[in-house]
């Protein structure tokens, strides 16, 4: 099972708005609504920041939103804080044996 | 409040064997879908098992034959065998808690190095 495709980087400066893409196929992306995201530290666990595509657990900032459009999801972090440098990892359901593929990771730089 | 703690990592040589520990307190290992994740150094995450509340466990291909995920409820700990362990093993381990495809509690990993 081939890892979901996400940007290697992106970056943004305080208050701005980035996207970060997380395109699969039909197979799983584009297949079912499940895609979340998780939001990684470095030395850190990964977070969950977005689950069923569009979902905000109640802890995580409105800031943080997702969607999906075909077999692309995306995640938009808006009203970029020095914070929310990190690396983040998609994921979405699919047929495989443990029933999920993530992305690469894209490292977002607040400049 | 909701603690995943592992233990069990450590140096390896090649073809040897671990067992990685995940200790639970908050919820019912029993109750949930629980997983193993692992990220190799500078990589991305995979998940490489996970055991319904049935008991039924299933591996990631890269893992299938060698680990083997288990639980014991009493001591609401889960645990991954692993043998035959090859250098590509190398990685943190995370135990989490899994909800369908989302993974919302996790601990803060266990390093697995194979090496000679």
């Known amino acids: 099972q081939s890892a979901l495709t996400q940007p290697a980087s992106v970056s943004g400066s305080p208050g701005q708005s980035i996207t970060i893409s997380c395109t699969g196929t039909s197979s799983d992306v584009g297949g079912y609504n499940y895609v979340s995201w998780y939001q990684q530290h470095p030395g850190k666990a990964p977070k969950l920041v977005i689950y069923?595509?569009?979902n905000r657990p109640s802890e995580v900032s409105i800031r943080f939103s997702g969607s999906k459009s075909g077999n692309t999801a995306s995640l938009t972090i808006s009203g970029l804080q020095a914070e929310d440098e990190a690396d983040y990892y998609c994921n979405s359901y699919t047929s495989s044996s443990t029933q999920v593929v993530f992305g690469g990771g894209t490292r977002l730089t607040v400049l | 409040e909701v603690q995943l703690v592992e233990s069990g990592g450590g140096l390896i040589q090649p073809g040897g064997s671990l067992r990685l520990s995940c200790a639970v307190s908050g919820f019912t290992v029993s109750g949930h879908y629980m997983s193993w994740v692992r990220q190799a150094p500078g990589q991305g995450l995979e998940c490489v098992s996970f055991?319904?509340?049935?008991?039924?466990?299933y591996y990631a291909d890269s893992v299938k034959g060698r680990f083997v995920m288990s639980r014991d409820n009493s001591k609401n700990t889960l645990y991954l065998q692993m043998n035959s362990l090859r250098a590509e093993d190398t990685a943190a381990y995370y135990c989490?808690?899994?909800?369908?495809?989302?993974?919302?509690?996790w601990g803060q990993g266990t390093l697995v190095t194979v090496s000679s």
């Open positions: 069923d595509v569009t």
């Open positions: 055991i319904y509340t049935d008991a039924t466990t």
């Open positions: 989490a808690r899994r909800i369908g495809i989302n993974f919302d509690f």
